[in-house]
């Protein structure tokens, strides 16, 4: 068996005890000091004291829950998960699970909607769906129920930790004070999971520290190139790992010019990083990156696969990628390792231009982490529903979902946190993304330990080292209204198309960056400014969100 990394676990405990104690008074989020044993959940309504909530004497309910889609999980469906099972049977609820399709989650809520044939719980933003007309016109137009009246009544151990501090609460609600949605929330803010890595060997080859600078890193790649022959010993990290997209939301080089990459919040007020002088700096610093060779000509065809081959068998020596699940990096390094026992990926953060300064824009997740779960206003269940989906913030959940069924994929530490057992840590049904959901949820509607999975010395190395850029430019959790909704979608796909057809000719020099203000006119023309004029105004909504 292997212990887990009990520090997080143990703030979880003693932050629960707090806040179920408390029933929703403030309580300071950073808080370190175990309780031996699991805090007892909070007293819920009596089944009786619900409408439409069943007794002991009636037929069991069975909710309807759209959920996502299972991916390489050795189950098909939710209701083969052993931890769901056990839920059940606490509960006396029975759930009948109804999966998207991969990629096809926005395009089935979309039908969904349309016909008013909804199941009794959905995660309703599976696939980036956005409701049309914006998540308050999903309450008023009679898809999803309003949960403040309901909450503190049925669900009151979630109540009380969306009241326990300002930012979950304003991350929680809408800007008008509805609780629209029961999301996936974190009791601490999480560590990032995505970032870049260096061959550490290389570097030791040709004499080198880890960089500390941007033009370190410069004279570092140079260094492989002309000290170890590696024609091109870095892609272009922005088409990678974000869906494509021309610019990399995590700012992987751009965050050194003290700018966000899209949105970023500076001097209280919402800025887009394209249109700041310093982006232009970023883009002339690439260019010459660019015809150095320091960059692979050949970027805009790879993929994160290929990458991550070329980081194994040397034709890269700088990557970004994400350590979670088996991700790319870890992979990469474990197969690097298998070829050659001296090759390591060394994780380090994103970089200043001038040394000794701290970046302010890194891997960012919010306090919550979506899978945002409506109760459907058409279901004949919603108390039941309700006491469902308050379960994940009692005590019981909070173990059964992070962790799964004691005793079968964890037990009890001699300080009493989880220990995986040997069903998990010698699992011989695949890697971690495989077998999670078989035992546990990854990530859903409840109250999240981000450190819930046997992690190894190289991920925690790469929370450590990605840490240390600060999180200062990072934008906050946005809702538009039903006018700005649409406006603001048509001008960010617009904004999207402008910069996916010239920042790549920026950098290889196809178009010159004496064009820079002309690109920056472009943006103008299709509305940029309005759109960081709906950005700013979002923006001292939600700064001024309060419960209804």
């Given amino acids: ?14 932050v629960l005890v707090l806040i179920w104690s408390a029933c929703g008074q403030p309580t300071p989020v950073e808080v370190v000091a175990p309780p031996a044993e699991a805090p007892a959940p909070a007293a819920t309504p009596a089944a009786d004291a619900a409408p439409g909530a069943a007794t002991q004497e009636e037929e069991r309910v069975t909710l309807t829950y759209l959920a996502d889609n299972l991916g390489a999980a050795i189950i098909t469906t939710f209701n ?16 009948e699970f109804i999966h998207v399709a991969a990629g096809q989650g926005a395009e089935q809520i979309g039908v969904m909607i349309a016909s008013r044939d909804l199941p009794d719980i959905m995660e309703i933003t599976l696939g980036g769906y956005v409701y049309p007309r914006g ?7 009679g898809f999803a129920m309003r949960l403040n009246e309901i909450a503190p009544v049925h669900m009151p151990d979630f109540y009380a930790f969306i009241n326990s501090d300002m930012d979950i609460l304003r991350s929680t609600i809408l800007d008008c004070g509805t609780i629209w949605s029961v999301p ?14 260096i061959r550490y060997d290389w570097l030791q080859q040709i004499g080198r520290n880890v960089p500390q600078s941007l033009g370190e890193l410069e004279e570092v790649l140079i260094a ?35 700018i966000g990459p899209r949105w970023f919040i500076a001097d209280g007020e919402y800025r887009f990083g394209p249109m700041q002088d310093e982006f232009r700096d970023y883009l002339e610093m690439l260019n010459r990156w660019y015809q150095l060779g320091l960059i692979d000509p050949d970027s805009p065809a790879l993929d994160g696969g290929m990458i991550e081959a070329g980081m194994v068998t040397g034709e890269y020596g700088l990557s970004m990628g994400f350590f979670g699940g088996y991700g790319p990096l870890l992979r990469a390094n474990i197969g690097g390792q298998e070829l050659d026992p001296d090759f390591f990926l060394q994780p380090f953060p994103n970089l ?3 040394p000794g300064d701290t970046v302010q824009f890194r891997n960012f997740d919010f306090i919550n982490k979506g899978s945002n779960a409506i109760i459907s206003a058409t279901s004949d269940h919603i108390y039941e529903a309700a006491r469902f989906l308050n379960f994940g913030f009692t005590s019981e959940g909070f173990y059964l979902y992070n962790y799964g069924v004691e005793g079968i994929s964890w037990e009890r530490g001699p300080d009493g946190a989880p220990v995986w057992t040997d069903r998990i840590i010698h699992s011989e049904l695949g890697s971690w993304v495989n077998i999670r959901e078989h035992y546990k949820r990854h990530q859903g509607p409840y109250l999240r330990d981000y450190m819930a999975f046997p992690i190894t010395e190289f991920e925690e190395l790469c929370m450590i080292y990605w840490g240390r850029a600060g999180t200062a430019l990072t934008p906050v959790m946005l809702v538009h209204t039903t006018e700005e909704q649409p406006r603001f979608t048509a001008i960010w796909s617009d904004a999207t198309t402008v910069l996916t057809e010239h920042l790549w000719r920026f950098i290889t020099g196809d ?3 004496d064009n820079f203000d002309e690109f920056r006119a472009r943006l103008v023309e299709i509305g940029i400014q309005e759109a960081i004029d709906i950005q700013n105004a979002a923006y001292q909504r939600y700064l001024a969100r309060s419960l209804n």
């Fill in 184 to 197: 996936c929330l974190h009791i601490q803010l999480e560590r990032p999971w995505r970032g870049k890595a």
């Fill in 1 to 14: 068996m292997k212990q887990i990394k009990t520090k997080s676990i143990l703030m979880f405990s003693l």
């Fill in 80 to 95: 083969d998960n052993i931890m769901y099972q056990e839920i059940m049977n606490v509960l006396g609820i029975d759930i």
């Fill in 135 to 141: 998540w308050r016109a999903l309450v008023d137009d």
């Fill in 224 to 258: 492989f190139q002309q000290e170890l022959g590696v024609a091109h010993p870095m892609p272009y990290l922005p088409m990678h790992g974000v869906n494509h997209a021309p610019v990399h939301a995590d700012g992987p080089i751009v965050s050194g010019f003290g």
């Fill in 352 to 354: 200043p231009v001038n």
């Fill in 511 to 513: 178009e010159p960056l």
